[in-house]
């Protein structure tokens, strides 16, 4: 089964607002990565976590490595039209080396 | 210009009919992978290839088959294709430099259909 559990499944703000999606995992993770897949495209790098407690920001995009490494945060700052797509986490789960396990993604509609 | 090619990008098919659908990168990547995307379940991962002659099962390899002969190529093959294996099929690679991840590039993606 899923092992690694990501929510909400959709949301829908208003340009300007905030949103924020959570990755979250019963195993400890060795690393965590973020996607972003725009509708009709394909999934896009945009960072990757590795320690405990980690925070890396960019521009208006703040991502969060747990402390136990079992959970991951990606928060957009007063969100854009052109943030609207899919957010994915992606681990590699202790244990499993070079075996990357997606989460469900999260669904972001942004209206003006 | 670095990229992850997949060709065809898109399929019709009937059911049983062997079909391979080709993924190759231009950047010198170890690591390629094949992922399969379908609603509500994400992108699950089918095989990987950590380097020439060194291929994995993922999390859902069955039906499926991989080759890596070549290091910039890694076709996916689907022997006798049925409808569950209707799907959005992602190639990728990235190099991995002490077990580290680097940047995974996707390709454009191959949209399969079994009827």
């Known amino acids: 089964g899923q092992q690694v559990m990501q929510i909400p499944q959709y949301q829908h703000v208003q340009e300007g607002e905030d949103f924020t999606t959570y990755c979250n995992s019963s195993?400890?993770?060795?690393?965590i990565q973020w996607y972003k897949q725009r509708p009709g495209g394909h999934p896009v790098f945009l960072i990757q976590?590795?320690?405990?407690?980690e925070v890396k920001k960019q521009k208006r995009l703040t991502f969060q490595f747990g402390e136990a490494k079992k959970n991951s945060s990606l928060h957009i700052t007063a969100t854009q039209t052109t943030d609207v797509g899919t957010y994915f986490c992606?681990?590699?789960?202790?244990?499993?080396?070079?075996?990357?396990?997606f989460g469900t993604g999260t669904r972001l509609q942004v209206t003006l | 210009e670095a990229q992850v090619t997949q060709n065809p990008r898109y399929l019709i098919t009937v059911t049983g009919k062997k079909l391979t659908v080709t993924c190759s990168q231009n950047?010198?990547?170890?690591?390629m992978s094949w992922y399969r995307q379908d609603p509500g379940l994400g992108l699950r991962q089918i095989y990987y290839?950590?380097?020439?002659?060194?291929?994995d099962k993922g999390d859902v390899p069955e039906g499926y088959k991989v080759s890596r002969k070549e290091k910039r190529n890694f076709p996916l093959i689907l022997e006798s294709p049925s409808p569950n294996q209707t799907s959005l099929y992602f190639c990728?690679?990235?190099?991995?430099?002490?077990?580290?991840?680097?940047?995974?590039?996707f390709g454009p993606g191959t949209r399969l259909l079994v009827l």
């Open positions: 990728a690679s990235s190099s991995l430099w002490t077990g580290m991840w680097e940047t995974q590039y």
């Open positions: 976590l590795v320690k405990s407690g």
């Open positions: 950047m010198n990547h170890e690591y």
């Open positions: 992606a681990a590699e789960l202790t244990g499993t080396a070079s075996k990357l396990t």
């Open positions: 290839s950590m380097n020439v002659e060194v291929t």
């Open positions: 195993t400890t993770l060795s690393n």
